[in-house]
């Protein structure tokens, strides 16, 4: 597989990394300022200041109404997005590495849907064991269970080829995804109203985030993706091959298990605040490929800083393309990711792809 592709055009590293983090910060406020209500990019900032510095630090000339919109409604949503983008593509690039595939992505490998299930049966079951960590701890077991199911069935005399894997996780994805509809049919008996919720969460929205929604996930993929850039040495030796790895003294199944497990939990804790939104965790590890090589060294960081700029803009434009109606995110980047899943099938079919 070619993955020792030298990016095409060599920025510095550093450049694209302030220049990302910088976009960021512009995309949140532009995304905090659009919207049914307009908010001035200047008060935005302004508004957010007053609320980190220390009371009285500015001098509010903005309506308590202004106030609300910005830091009760949409800085959670835009921060969010932030996160969420992070973690799937984060995990997607891992993914990528274990299976040592470009189309490896959490959606296509079940690990969405095993996430969705777990937390589609908390929605319709209306079970609340755990409290509010009910919907995560479902979602993060439905995404380990369904990781390990695709590696067992992709599993030949012991060997796993990245072939077999993407097809037992296509596989499984659709019965995954039949088990969710079952359950949505089930609950939308009359008088449950968890139906709505369950089908516009389907679609992967940030509709209904909230500051407490951001507490979990921001430190699962901070600390997920610190661990990971860590260890970045082994996963450059894994997309070398299993024997390059061995003969670094990995000892790859165990490595495997614990990026499993890594990725479930990026995929489970994201998956529990904005449902299933697919196709992140594809484009962007490649773009970030194609623009600083494949050491995750680099990659990583950049990915989850593109990752997070690319789903606050994926947000905005399904806020804005069909307003005042919303598009769910989901929506909006299976409409970018579709075409670009289909580009990357015909590029790897000129190269003659490896699928060992």
Known sequence: MHHHHKPTRSIPFWLILASLTASIFGAIVLAVSVGAVAIPFGQVVQI???????????????????????????????LLAIVVGAALSVSGTTLQAVARNPLADPFLFGVSYGATVGAVLVLTLEATTFGGLSLSIAAFTGALIAMVLVYALAQQQGQVTSFRLVLAGVALSYVLSAVTSYLVLRSSQPGNNSVGLVLSWLAGSFGRAQWADLGLPSIVVVLMTGHLILQSRSLNALLMGDEHAVALGINVKQLQLQLFVITSLLVGVVVAVSGAIGFVGLMIPHIVRMSVGSDHRRVLPIAALGGGLFMVLMDLIGRIAVAPEELPVGIVTAAFGGPFFLWLLRQRSTFGGDFS
């Open 48 to 78: 957010i200041l007053s609320h980190l510095l220390p009371q009285g630090a500015i001098a509010p000339n903005w309506t308590p109404t202004a106030d609300r919109i910005v830091w009760v409604f949409r800085l959670p949503r835009v």
